[in-house]
């Protein structure tokens, strides 16, 4: 079963936002690298951004200046603000995560042990 659960995902149009979050129970975020994930249909899963728990991130370039992630440690909440959104934003977004100091950039799929069920987003034209 999935261990991270995230929720926030829906349809908008073109130039409109979505907030997502992913909640993790029983997990103290801050000793965590968490990362958001979005997979189309037909592509391979990506790396949108990542945040350690001291509140460094790295952003794909793709959705800089557009996305913003934080992370409320006393919630064990992380948040994707997602503003500007386009059609090729549309995709399965996943919250991932990994018990380790640091994320150094951790934008690859196989850093990650947990995950989230997914939530779609999809933005029309």
């Known amino acids: 079963p999935a261990r991270l659960v995230e929720a926030g995902g829906g349809s908008v149009q073109a130039g409109g936002s979505l907030r997502l979050s992913c909640a993790a129970p029983g997990y103290t975020m801050r000793r965590y690298c968490m990362a958001w994930f979005r997979q189309a249909p037909g592509k391979e899963r990506e790396g949108v951004v990542s945040i350690d728990g001291d509140g460094h991130t790295t952003y794909a370039d793709s959705v800089k200046g557009r996305f913003t992630v934080s992370l409320d440690n006393a919630k064990n909440t992380v948040y994707l603000q997602m503003n500007s959104l386009q059609p090729e934003d549309t995709a399965q977004y996943f919250c991932?995560?990994?018990?380790?100091?640091?994320?150094?950039?951790?934008?690859?799929?196989?850093?990650?042990?947990?995950w989230g069920q997914g939530t779609q987003v999809t933005v029309s034209s």
């Open positions: 991932a995560g990994e018990f380790r100091i640091g994320c150094s950039g951790g934008l690859y799929r196989r850093e990650y042990q947990l």
